[in-house]
Nanobody, 117 residues
Framework: QVQLVESGGGLVQPGGSLRLSCVAS????????MGWYRQAPGKQRELVAS???????NYAVSVKGRFTISRDNAKNTVYLQMNSLKPEDTAVYLC???????????WGQGTQVTVSS
């Protein structure tokens, strides 16, 4: 079992920045792919960014150049730095961990991000 706890969401004006954190209950990054997803009201959950166990990253087209995913292995934490935020980035952001070999998947509870003036 893996528990994931997100934090860092909030209300921010357009053009502003936020940094989300996802803390895992144990050291998992060597065998898990970590991802940030988001879900807006009435919309499907979508992948925002992911980081593999080797450190390679992947981004949705809509956030490329504005968001950066990173991790701190010593702190069992994955981050999502979000810059130049837009109203359309408003959503609940969720952290996901997927085991590379078994495909076991764990989700955090989510953190709300609201971009509004």
């Amino acid at each position: 079992q893996v528990q994931l706890v997100e934090s860092g969401g909030g209300l921010v004006q357009p053009g502003g920045s936020l940094r989300l954190s996802c803390v895992a209950s144990r050291s998992i990054f060597n065998i898990y792919t970590m991802g940030w997803y988001r879900q807006a009201p009435g919309k499907q959950r979508e992948l925002v960014a992911s980081i593999s166990r080797t450190g390679s990253t992947n981004y949705a087209v809509s956030v490329k150049g504005r968001f950066t995913i990173s991790r701190d292995n010593a702190k069992n934490t994955v981050y999502l730095q979000m810059n130049s935020l837009k109203p359309e980035d408003t959503a609940v952001y969720l952290c996901k961990a997927e085991q590379v070999f078994t495909k076991d998947t764990y989700w955090g509870q989510g953190t709300q991000v609201t971009v509004s003036s």
